[in-house]
């Protein structure tokens, strides 16, 4: 069993910059695909970035290319998502996700741990 806790969510104005933090527990070690996805209402959920934990290859959505970060701390089971140059369309629900494996670019169904979300919420 994995729990994920997400953090540093929270509200900006445009051009901003925030740090998420997403602390996992349990059994972390067979968790080989860490990543972030967003969702808005009205909206479905969206794959932001992810990264393969044996490796570190990142994926990133073309939105955020450029001004987001995804880094792993696997030392303390904890990854970021580094967010620059923030935009009112970044506005959103921020979710940690861990799965056993990166099969896909950025697919919900390849994690199969969710944490509970953090606001973010961008003012023009």
């Known amino acids: 069993q994995v729990q994920l806790v997400e953090s540093g969510g929270g509200s900006v104005q445009a051009g901003g910059s925030l740090r998420l933090s997403c602390v996992g527990t349990g059994s972390m070690s067979s968790n080989k695909c860490l990543g972030w996805f967003r969702q808005s209402p009205g909206k479905e959920r969206e794959g932001v970035a992810r990264?393969?934990?044996?490796?570190?290859?990142?994926v990133y959505a073309d939105s955020v290319k450029g001004r987001f970060t995804i880094a792993q701390d696997n030392a303390n089971n904890t990854v970021y998502l580094y967010m620059e140059n923030l935009k009112p369309e970044d506005t959103a629900m921020y979710y940690c996700a861990a799965g056993d494996y990166c099969y896909h670019q950025l697919l919900a169904s390849d994690f199969g741990n969710w944490g509970q979300g953090t606001q973010v919420t961008v003012s023009s």
């Open positions: 990264v393969n934990t044996d490796g570190g290859r990142t």
